[in-house]
């Protein structure tokens, strides 16, 4: 994949913003463990929301490599930033303008790509995630002309800020001919009685994005509220998860980028022996290795963004970019703490949240061992 003019554009202006409005306040609402809704704000205003949607809808009119583009910059300074902003577009708004009639689009589409509501998608359960039709115990059932919902979902991201708007919830709406469930996607705004939104985790990392688990309690909502087709749930979040992983690569190669930035920054000023740190060849090759790492990283997200924006099967190329990323992201982080010395163990230095923050990589949108068996069975291994 060629940066184009355009592309590069977009890289530089996150990468600024990212730099100048992210950077100087993050750490501190990282600590307090806060919501970043002046960031959000302004992302909205620059359009990162509605970056892959139509203009039609509010959104910028790009594509979805534009998004990881930029997903990366945020990353290279602060994952929580970059999290909210992918599980908002990929999660929240990209499965109700793919999957949405047009009623819903026009209902959810203009505030969501502008930041001023933020979608969610609940798929994972307490029960289970990485075997989604086997641990989902929560069911729709259709009353008139009205799902009744019943369950509870686990990890959410987006879910409960003041600003979130509607979570997609996948639900079981019955069962198949062969016995298995009949998965399908609900649209449940915020605010419906029967829906509610526990208090925030307390996580090791991605401190200022917002992860809750929710209930719903013969919560109700119209018929029309069916994302897609009856029945289409898994098919739906197995397309979306797809895009998503190449989305959550890119934030690690921006995670891993951010940990070459940083390093390459204090090797020049930390002394040691007489010298800078950065004078030493077992400094020097660890950061080499991470720079190979986060180059190699980049090379898969961008072959992936190229195979499905040609409409080409993608699938295996998304679960190596996504595993290859995690694990540069992991390894980046792990690093360039150990080349700060005690300093990478405090929280006043960017590398202390990167080692935090890297850990999800390897875990959400599917764990590493998910992807590996997702890459086996795009090799015909599946059923033996
Ligand atoms: C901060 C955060 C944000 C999240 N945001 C969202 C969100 O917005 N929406 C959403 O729906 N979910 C979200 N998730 C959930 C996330 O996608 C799941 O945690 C993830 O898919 C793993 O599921 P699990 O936690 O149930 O682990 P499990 O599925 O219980 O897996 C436990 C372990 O067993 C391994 N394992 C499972 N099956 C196999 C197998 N067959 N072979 C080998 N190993 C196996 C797994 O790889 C893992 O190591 C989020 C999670 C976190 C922590």
Redesign the pocket.
Do not use: Q
């Given at each position: 994949m060629k940066l184009t003019e355009e592309y590069e554009d977009l890289r530089k202006t996150v990468e600024a913003f990212a730099r100048d409005a992210v950077a100087p306040v993050i750490g501190e609402l990282y600590e307090r463990e806060e919501f970043p809704y002046d960031i959000v704000r302004q992302m909205g205003r620059m359009g990162l929301f509605g970056l892959p949607i139509p203009e039609e809808y509010g959104g910028m009119g790009g594509d979805y490599f534009a998004l990881c583009l930029a997903l990366e910059e945020l990353a290279r300074v602060d994952s929580s930033v970059s999290i909210t902003v992918e599980?908002a577009v990929s999660?929240g708004a990209m499965p109700i303008y793919r999957f949405g009639t047009a009623e819903q689009r026009a209902q959810w589409l203009p505030k969501l790509t502008t930041g001023e509501m933020l979608g969610?998608?609940?798929?994972?359960e307490p029960g289970?995630?990485?075997?989604v039709p086997g641990?989902m115990r929560t069911t729709a059932v259709l009353d008139g002309n009205e799902w009744v919902i019943n369950g509870s979902?686990a990890?959410?991201?987006n879910s409960g800020t003041d600003i979130t708007g509607v979570v997609g919830v996948a639900a079981i709406t019955g069962r198949r001919a062969d016995g298995r469930p009949e998965i399908s996607t609900i649209l449940v705004p915020a605010g419906t009685p029967g829906f509610t939104v526990a208090k925030k985790y307390s996580?090791v990392g991605?401190n200022c994005s917002d992860?809750r688990e929710l209930a719903f309690t013969d919560c109700r909502v119209p018929a029309e509220n069916l994302l897609g087709e009856r029945g289409r749930g898994y098919a739906q979040f197995l397309q979306t998860l797809d895009e998503g992983r190449i989305a959550i690569a890119a934030l690690s190669v921006g995670l891993a980028q951010g940990c070459v930035d940083e390093c390459l920054r204090y090797v020049r000023e930390r002394q040691a022996f007489g010298h800078p740190i950065g004078h030493y060849q077992a400094i020097q090759f660890k950061i080499a290795d991470m720079e190979v790492r986060t180059h190699t990283a980049r090379l898969a997200y961008y072959h992936a963004a190229e195979k499905m924006l040609a409409g080409e099967p993608f699938k295996k190329e998304a679960a190596i970019a996504k595993l290859v990323s995690s694990d540069a992201a992991m390894d980046n982080a792990r690093d360039a703490t150990q080349v700060f010395g005690g300093y990478g163990f405090m929280n006043e230095y960017p590398v202390g949240r990167f080692y935090r923050d890297a850990k999800?990589l390897e875990?959400?949108?599917?764990?590493?061992?998910?992807q590996r068996?997702l890459i086996a069975r795009q090799l015909g291994l599946g059923d033996l």
């Open positions: 599980a999660l969610a998608f609940g798929l994972t289970g995630g990485s075997d641990g979902k990890f959410i991201t996580k991605w992860t999800i875990i959400g949108e599917g764990t590493s061992e998910v068996m």
